[in-house]
């Protein structure tokens, strides 16, 4: 029988690769928007991110809210180590939240543009930053955070933004291309292709990095079971690479980049769960240290976990009514 | 300045901010819930036109308010590191419940609000409305129990430094969430309301427009008035029951919104100052105006009642002077606005009944300013409700279980906490000035009257 604070490291697993799927198409075209284009097609990028992105966002709240709920502990030590990416990531969010309001509302559209761009790619870098930091590890003394304000700043955070900011390029670009944009990126598949092998280099960079700081995940590497398993894992996500990468070159299977691309992430999250399990902040803290009382955690599961599908089937329905080539010229009809 | 001083008010800045626009964003969507179902109801389209318009506000209300929102879920985190170990058992799960339950929702909902008016049924977007309303009502109820558990925490043991739930449904249920929970979405709704009637108020005392759009905003006007028949003396109502609820459980901070510091003798009732300043020293009041027996009356409901005074806690156990203080003059703004807003709703109700409200504007200038001039009492007072609330509750941060400096996070460097304040303060302050100005230019170009709505409705 597996035991709650398993259950909830699941959870929130799969509460974050939603988010990042989800929201990571959006940041990467919010980033993407900062690049010298048409103005036709840089509102055709916002306009993509328009109707989904609050509600893709809110998975980071919800996880957040898991986190605090399930690992009051972790949760605390976490963000207190991360205080400056966090910051970054919130100014970030708030940022692209209010630009696109403000753009919609006012007539200098150019400057909201801009800044819808620069909150995506803040959140972004704090996004990268605040994962990094996490794996590169966290001084805890006392079950209190010990370490610097600026712990979250190496090689391997530095390899991970860059991954994350690159992947999320990928992503964009593959949910524009699904919806039917496509005549806008035809000819960027070059930049798709440069993303894709950036990403590829900067996440096995970090992938190699990761065992020599945490000796355990050097262990899992090297004994079996584990070695079967993420040898397995990490053949699979090079292969799933491999196609995305032929597709992207043969310009072909337009319509299935964004899945192929959702697989590689589900992938990656499922790996990096593996590698690092039970330790929610390697290598100090398990999921066992940090949970709340198991009725806080029954509860919790009771209350919050049947609402879960829920909150996916209204996020899908939404997707639904905002599907390509629906009525596409009211999407600014505010 | 250290990083506790700093984290306290970067917390009250960015919460006192994000505070207006649920008030907003709460009270909008009922009352465009109310005008689309109108609207369906007898395929009138100037009820169409009602919700279209206020939803151009709501959206940029929204919009604020979910981003200021979610930087304060994250600040427990970083900046109240020590207070979400110790208290997240039940407050991390609540504030989960929040995000899950009611966040979610009311974000799924927007996108299909704002974008979907010609891509699904009005009656699926009737629904979709009322989803926001509900959302957003259910995010305000978690949000006021987990804060309602700060003040009064039952249901849970301390065990190794960790407030332990033992029964949940005593702790969500204490005895100040219901009633704090329905005082302030009744401040959300009263607030909105008397936005809504200073915006039209202003639209209607504006020359050189159109007949068609002073019809609109009379139409809203008359429209909103008649709630104010009954938010307002409910308000007042719900405020008398959540301050003898307080003197109850939390007599420290009555003593402290009073500045009462002697408890009154056996016998005799404790005075009500209208106002007073204490002595620089503490310990006393240096003068004060006092109506006699007040006191006692208004927390005890009997001319005699005891009303433990601030010198009966120790100083390390109760609000500071400054904070005292602050609360003395914040409940009284409350108060005062309340009884102000209650007026305003009679007057308008006598001119109404009197037929002056469909005379010309020009004939009753004095009267329709008034409005405008009310239009910020319901933030004002909703703003000086929360002082009471949060710095009476000091020095604690969960009542009589943590202290408020035993929840701050380690090792936090001033200059960063004091970079992430100026920021947080600068970027809002450029919204609250946005708002501001796009509020004013939705105003001006007042409702598209050419516009028609999607064509499968009944009735049209």
């Not at chain 1, 590169?136 to 900011?165: E, K, M, P, R, Y």
């Not at chain 1, 599961?301 to 899908?316: H, K, R, S, T």
């Not at chain 2, 510091?261 to 005075?271: H, R, Y």
Request: proline content about 4%; aromatic content about 16%; charged content about 15%.
């Amino acid at each position: 029988m597996i035991d709650l604070p398993t259950i909830w490291f699941l959870i929130l697993g799969l509460e974050l690769a939603l988010y990042v799927i989800l929201d990571g198409a959006d940041l990467g075209l919010g980033f993407l928007s900062l690049l010298p284009q048409s103005e036709k097609a840089r509102s055709i990028l916002i306009q993509t991110v328009g109707p989904i992105w609050d509600a893709n966002e809110t998975w980071l709240v919800i996880a957040g809210g898991t986190l605090f709920g399930a690992f009051p502990l972790a949760y605390g030590i976490i963000l207190n180590a991360l205080y400056i990416p966090v910051m970054i990531l919130l100014f970030g969010l708030i940022i692209r939240a209010t630009a696109f309001e403000f753009r919609a509302m006012g007539e200098k559209k150019r400057f909201w543009e801009t800044m819808f761009g620069v909150g995506s790619l803040l959140a972004i870098v704090g996004q990268g930053f605040a994962v990094g930091g996490v794996l590169n590890g966290i001084q805890v003394v006392d079950g209190h955070f010990s370490g610097g304000s600026f712990d979250w700043f190496s090689a391997l955070s530095i390899f991970i933004t860059a991954g994350v900011l690159m992947s999320y390029v990928v992503v964009g670009y593959a949910y524009l291309i699904k919806r039917r944009h496509f005549e806008y990126t035809h000819e960027s598949f070059s930049r798709i292709f440069i993303a894709a092998t950036v990403t590829f280099g900067a996440f096995a960079s970090a992938t190699i990095l990761l065992p020599q700081e945490h000796p355990f995940v050097l262990e899992r590497w090297i004994t079996e079971p584990t070695r079967t398993i993420l040898i397995g894992l990490s053949i699979l996500i090079g292969l799933v690479s491999f196609l995305l990468i032929y597709c992207v070159i043969k310009k072909t299977l337009h319509r299935h980049l964004h899945s192929i691309c959702m697989t590689i992430f589900v992938l990656a999250a499922a790996a990096t769960a593996y590698a690092v399990y039970p330790y929610l902040i390697p290598p100090a803290l398990t999921v066992y240290d940090t949970s709340s009382s198991a009725v806080t955690l029954r509860f919790m599961l009771w209350g919050i976990g049947p609402l879960l599908p829920i909150v996916l089937a209204y996020n899908f329905y939404m997707y639904h009514v905002f599907r390509a080539g629906r009525n596409d010229e009211h999407l600014e009809d505010y | 300045m250290d990083p506790l001083t700093i984290s306290r008010f970067q917390f009250g800045d960015t919460a006192a901010f994000h505070i207006l626009w649920p008030l907003l964003s709460i009270g909008l969507s009922l009352f465009m819930f109310f005008m689309e179902w109108a609207w369906l109801r007898t395929g009138d389209v100037r009820y169409y036109r009602q919700v279209r318009f206020w939803s151009k506000i709501f959206i940029l209300t929204f919009g604020i308010g979910t981003a200021s929102g979610i930087p304060l879920e994250f600040e427990f985190g970083t900046n109240w590191a020590a207070f979400s170990n110790a208290a997240g058992d039940f407050f991390g799960n609540i504030l989960g419940f929040e995000s899950t339950v009611a966040f979610a929702l009311e974000a799924a909902f927007l996108g299909i609000f704002v974008f979907g008016w010609k891509r699904v049924s009005p009656r699926v977007h009737l629904f979709s409305n009322a989803m926001i309303a509900v959302g957003a009502t259910l995010s305000a109820f978690w949000i006021m129990v987990a804060n309602s558990w700060m003040q009064a925490p039952v249901g849970v043991v301390v065990e190794n430094g960790k407030i332990i739930v033992t029964d949940y449904m005593v702790a969500i249920f204490n005895s100040s969430s219901f009633i704090s929970f329905l005082h302030m979405e009744i401040a959300c709704v009263e607030t909105t309301l008397f936005f809504i009637l200073g915006l039209c108020a202003w639209a209607l005392l504006r020359t050189r427009t159109t007949d068609e759009y002073k019809r609109f905003f009379l139409q809203a006007f008359k429209f909103a008035l008649t709630i104010t028949l009954v938010v307002t003396p409910l308000q007042i109502g719900l405020g008398d029951l959540s301050g003898y609820l307080i003197a109850e459980k939390q007599p420290e901070k009555v003593a402290a919104m009073e500045l009462h510091w002697d408890t009154n003798p056996a016998g005799t009732g404790a005075p009500w100052s209208i106002i007073a300043w204490p002595d620089s020293a503490g310990g006393r009041n240096a003068f004060d105006i006092a109506i006699p027996d007040a006191l006692s009356l208004l927390t005890t409901h009997s001319f005699s009642g005891e009303v433990p005074g601030l010198n009966d806690y120790a100083p390390s156990d109760r609000p500071t002077t400054l904070g005292a203080t602050i609360t003395f003059y914040s409940f009284r703004i409350m108060v005062a606005i309340g009884f102000a807003l209650f007026g305003l709703m009679l007057l308008g109700v006598w001119y109404h009944y009197k037929g002056r409200l469909d005379e010309a504007v020009s004939d009753h200038r004095f009267f329709w300013k008034l409005w405008i001039f009310a239009m910020p009492l319901g933030f004002i007072a909703t703003e000086a409700g929360w002082m009471v609330r949060e710095i009476g509750r000091q020095p604690w941060v969960v009542y009589h279980l943590l202290r408020t400096s035993d929840g701050l996070s380690s090792g936090l460097s001033t200059p960063v906490v004091l970079t992430t304040t100026v920021l947080f303060t600068l970027l809002y302050i450029a919204f609250g000035v946005l708002f501001v100005y796009f509020t004013y230019r939705i105003m001006k170009n007042g409702p598209d009257f050419v516009e028609l709505p999607p064509s499968r409705v009944p009735g049209i």
